[in-house]
Structure formats: C-alpha cells, structure tokens
Nanobody
Framework: QVQLVESGGGLVQPGGSLRLSCVVSGGTFRTMGWYRQAPGKERELVATVTSGGTTNYANSVKGRFIISRDNSKGTVDLQMNSLRPEDTAVYYC??????????WGQGTQVTVSS
C-alpha cells in the first residue's frame, strides 16, 4: 500500500522560512509535488517535479519556494522562503504515476502570522 507522509509544517512569522518534507513508501511516482488548501478555498497547485527533474510552480510562489526530489530516497521537499500570510494553508504531498490515479498525504498545516 502506498503511503505519503508529510512533515515540517508549523507557525512562522511573515518573511520567515519553513521546509516541508514528504516520504513515500510502497510505490514510486513519475510526478511528485505539493498542493495547498486554505479555509474556504479549493485545493491549488504549489509546485511539482518529475522524476527527470522538470519543475512547475504556481505564479504566486515563483522565486520564493523551491521544490526538490530525491528519487533514491523517495522524498520530495518544499523549501518555502519569504512566507506571507496568504501562504497559510494545509499543504498536501502529491504522488502522480504515469498511469493511474493520484495519491495524497494527510496534510500538514502551515500558518504564517505575526
């Protein structure tokens, strides 16, 4: 059974940094990434990375967030810098195979507030 487990969320002041990590067990994915969902809003893309290293970022996080992946360890990380209150959300790890449906982690809360 495939599992994705996130860690690294928390409370940070505006302008601060956090690093999220996701560990995958029981499977591999062509594309991995991060989505987020704020209260009252739909889940939205943050960033993705393929097994070949191609990245894609939401415009709202470009230049501030960096996604990285270690295929040998089955991990995907999200370095979040210059955080803003509007980055507050539950962040979900995504695993997307070449064929078949997406797998999701349980989510980790990120709160940006002074």
């Amino acid at each position: 059974q495939v599992q994705l487990v996130e860690s690294g969320g928390g409370l940070v002041q505006p302008g601060g940094s956090l690093r999220l990590s996701c560990v995958v067990s029981g499977g591999t994915f062509r594309t991995m990434g991060w989505y987020r969902q704020a209260p009252g809003k739909e889940r939205e893309l943050v960033a993705t990375v393929t097994s070949g290293g191609t990245t894609n970022y939401a415009n709202s996080v470009k230049g501030r967030f960096i996604i990285s992946r270690d295929n040998s360890k089955g991990t995907v990380d999200l370095q979040m810098n210059s955080l803003r209150p509007e980055d507050t959300a539950v962040y979900y790890c995504l695993g997307r195979p070449l064929l078949g449906g997406d797998s999701w982690g349980q989510g980790t809360q990120v709160t940006v507030s002074s």
